[in-house]
């Protein structure tokens, strides 16, 4: 399958390739002699990001489009922390400090900075638990609830072992603190490693700890190669019996409509009614309904018709109860039926649309890129098995 896509804008082009390494597309770009680079988790993401680029670049803006994503955070810092400190204009600030250096000797400028570098270890000794939390913080506006829920459940588990100054982090440290996870896969150590080079690339850019330390301390938490796995999923007979144990409670439209539409637990928690029923034939997933902020249209199947029937009048939220009371009946449902499992739903229904209307339509679906579809969920079924799936009826 073709991995190479082109971005265009004016007479300017971006190419992007996606990485099986690390799951990620790649955009890059040379014009004029100027190289730059992106990468995102989504197509459309990767094709947002370097579009942006490509539009500085034709209005004759190289030194922004030239900027990469660790420098966007490292200002994005520093702006935060001027602010904190009364200071509202970076620029000002900078001409201050250019000034200042020139204005002394180098011996002079060599003790100032010793003076500073000491004045920021014993004023900014911060613990690694308390450098975890701001980071959280600052992170957390751009997650989902769900991901910062697991990403908070992680981080708990981190602080609780990392008893000790930020500063104080080192390799013995860490490298005790991952080989905890020695008998898990390849992938939970490296969702550990993001968080642990997350709160330390945070701190360096706050003056928690010196930028040596952190370059030690990214080549110890260097991902390590996680090959993708079959996703679970659930058979037509399995799917049939949680539908059927779902009946009389508020969780069968839920469950019904993951199984139907593929869409995310997320997406569907935030869904009214009428986003079930407006449309002749479809259920509509609204722009700011979805993760990719995307709107998407994905066929009403009369097998989920079916199943909605007796909701075929209902107004409202689809469920009228908070994420953490849906999470608690549908552990509860599953345990009693005997299914485990994370995204069982949104997987089984990927793996049987899949074989139906092939990867590029699915994509547009379930919210993803033709790529992660065509590399996670190819040939995981057969066709008569997928005919089963969406005829589960009532």
Not at 29 to 43: D, Q
Not at 260 to 273: D, H, V, Y
Request: charged residues 25%.
């Amino acid at each position: 399958m073709e991995m190479r896509q082109v971005v265009t804008y004016r007479n300017y082009q971006a190419r992007i390739v996606f990485a099986p390494s690390d799951q990620r597309f790649h955009a890059s770009w040379s014009i004029g002699g100027s190289r730059g680079k992106v990468s995102a988790k989504t197509l459309e993401e990767a094709k947002v990001k370097a579009l942006t680029k490509l539009k500085l670049i034709a209005e004759g803006r190289f030194s922004l489009a030239s900027i990469n994503q660790r420098e966007e955070a490292k200002i994005s810092s520093a702006l935060t922390i001027l602010r904190e400190s009364g200071y509202h204009d970076l620029l000002e600030v900078a001409l201050d400090y250019i000034t200042i250096k020139k204005a002394t000797s180098c011996e002079q400028s060599n003790n100032l900075a010793q003076s500073i570098h000491h004045q920021n270890r014993s004023t900014k000794r911060i613990s690694f638990s308390e450098a975890a939390d701001q980071w959280l913080c600052f992170k957390r506006p751009g997650w989902s609830e769900i991901n910062t829920k697991i990403i908070q459940t992680r981080l708990v588990r981190i602080k609780e072992s990392l008893q000790l100054d930020v500063c104080d982090v080192n390799h013995s440290v860490l490298t005790e603190y991952i080989s905890r996870f020695n008998n898990r896969m390849p992938k939970t150590r490296n969702h550990f490693r993001e968080i642990l080079k997350g709160v330390l690339t945070f701190s360096y850019d706050r003056g928690w700890i010196e930028g040596s330390q952190l370059e030690r301390l990214r080549r110890i938490l260097k991902n390590e190669s996680a090959p993708s796995e079959s996703p679970k999923i659930m058979t037509p007979e399995s799917f049939k019996r949680l539908l059927d144990a779902a009946r009389d409670t508020e969780l069968l439209p839920v469950i019904a409509i993951a199984g139907f539409t593929g869409a995310r637990q997320a997406e569907i928690l935030r869904l009214n009614w009428a986003n079930i029923w407006a449309r002749p034939s479809y259920v509509e997933l609204e722009a700011h309904l979805t993760k990719t902020r995307r709107r998407r249209l994905v066929p009403r199947s009369i097998a989920l018709e079916a199943w909605l029937e007796n909701y075929r009048n209902a107004t409202g939220p689809v469920w009228p109860h908070s994420v953490k009371a849906f999470e608690a009946r549908y552990y509860r449902l599953r345990k009693k039926v005997g299914i485990r499992g994370n995204n069982l739903l949104r997987h089984s229904y990927a793996s049987y649309r899949i074989t139906q209307i092939g990867e590029n339509e699915l994509a547009k679906e379930m919210g993803n890129s033709p790529e992660m579809i065509y590399s996670n969920y190819r040939e995981l079924v057969e066709p008569n098995e997928a005919d089963n799936w969406f005829n589960v009826q009532p």
